[in-house]
Nanobody, 124 residues
Framework: QVQLVESGGGLVQAGGSLRLSCAAS????????MGWFRQAPGKEREFVAGINWSGGIRYYADFVKGRFTSTRDNIKNTVYLQMNSLKPEDTAVYYCAAGNSDRVYTSLADFGSWGQGTQVTVSS
């Protein structure tokens, strides 16, 4: 089992930036991929970004491509989501998740452990 603790959410104006962090413990960090998801009120949780065990392969949802970047530090057991050019529609609770393998996938079912979530609010 993997324990995940997120930080870095908050309130920002449109066009601003935030960096989310997710610290992992438990299983060997390099044995699994990591993902970021988000859930807005009244909507389903959706995939945002994924990164494989080494950080060399990254996937992004179309709506964040060119604005968000996911990286990982395998020494600090931490994954990051740098969010730039934020829009009001990016407002949601953001979750990090640990994958069931070292390959990155985009489906919720491929992630077995979840963080508690961190609120990101973008004002217009």
């Amino acid at each position: 089992q993997v324990q995940l603790v997120e930080s870095g959410g908050g309130l920002v104006q449109a066009g601003g930036s935030l960096r989310l962090s997710c610290a992992a413990s438990g299983r060997t960090f390099t044995s699994y991929a990591m993902g970021w998801f988000r859930q807005a009120p009244g909507k389903e949780r959706e995939f945002v970004a994924g990164i494989n065990w080494s950080g060399g392969i990254r996937y992004y949802a179309d709506f964040v491509k060119g604005r968000f970047t996911s990286t990982r530090d395998n020494i600090k057991n931490t994954v990051y989501l740098q969010m730039n050019s934020l829009k009001p529609e990016d407002t949601a609770v953001y979750y990090c998740a640990a994958g069931n393998s070292d390959r990155v996938y985009t489906s919720l079912a491929d992630f077995g452990s979840w963080g508690q979530g961190t609120q990101v609010t973008v004002s217009s």
